[in-house]
């Protein structure tokens, strides 16, 4: 079956655009997280979603990252006013389940680049 | 604080030779570890976990892992490497404490197996 997808693959923006990231879990996954990885670095939480609702998003570096998940799918993480340090590989992961011992699948991740 | 720990960049080993790549974790509560494996632009890869029982963890593609409690340690192993095994490897840990939907990550140790 398909695994995790994320779009684009991609962005370029300017400095002080708007930028909206997707994200499609395997299907029938409860859990579905968000993460930022910096070049050379491990992916650190941003956000995590059990169905429709955020129940951690303890992570989101700033006022100007918001994530949501409408109908407890597919899931959308927006940058506002993107700054050159939002630069990174954002990641989404999704598991089938909510328990902690729930391995995650992760997308191929969407390279975000701001000049 | 929880966190995780690969004190190697990188590690060299030659073709049929065992492979260890190290990681050590802190936690409040009970660990739940995990190891993964990216390749060149793709997604994080499951290898294998550990959550309770045996100390030694078997997964995919002949990895395992030794949990060490004393040592607050959960290294990677592999009897013989391969060439197709150079990759970045990360490891992963959560606890069972009230906030066990984030994953620590480490920050990667990029594994090279020469011929």
């Known amino acids: 079956g398909a695994g995790v997808s994320q779009s684009p693959r991609y962005k370029v923006a300017k400095r002080g655009q708007d930028v909206a990231l997707r994200c499609d879990p395997i299907?029938?996954?409860?859990?579905l997280f968000w993460y930022q990885q910096a070049l050379g670095q491990g992916p650190e939480f941003l956000t995590y979603?059990?169905?429709?609702?955020?129940?951690?998003k303890s992570g989101l570096p700033s006022d100007r990252f918001f994530a949501e998940r409408p109908e407890g799918s597919v899931s959308t993480l927006k940058i506002q006013r993107t700054q050159q340090e939002d630069s990174a590989v954002y990641l989404c992961?999704?598991?089938?389940?909510?328990?902690?011992?729930?391995?995650?699948?992760f997308g191929p991740g969407t390279r975000l680049t701001v000049t | 604080a929880q966190s995780v720990a690969q004190p190697e960049d990188q590690v060299n080993v030659a073709e049929g030779n065992p492979l260890t790549v190290k990681c050590t974790y802190s936690?409040?509560?009970?660990?739940?570890l995990f190891w993964y494996v990216q390749y060149p632009n793709r997604g994080l890869q499951f290898l294998l976990k550990?959550?309770?029982?045996?100390?030694l963890v078997k997964g995919s593609y002949g990895f395992e892992a030794e949990f060490n409690k004393s040592q607050t340690s959960f290294h990677l192993k592999k009897p013989s490497a391969l060439v197709s095994d150079s990759a970045l490897y990360f490891c992963?840990?959560?606890?069972?404490?009230?906030?066990?939907?984030?994953?620590?990550f480490g920050s990667g140790t990029k594994l090279n197996v020469k011929p």
């Open positions: 992961a999704s598991s089938h389940r909510r328990g902690r011992d729930d391995e995650q699948y």
């Open positions: 299907s029938g996954h409860v859990s």
């Open positions: 979603f059990q169905n429709e609702a955020q129940l951690d």
């Open positions: 936690v409040s509560g009970n660990p739940y």
């Open positions: 550990y959550i309770t029982g045996d100390n």
């Open positions: 992963a840990v959560r606890d069972d404490s009230y906030n066990f939907n984030k994953f620590y």
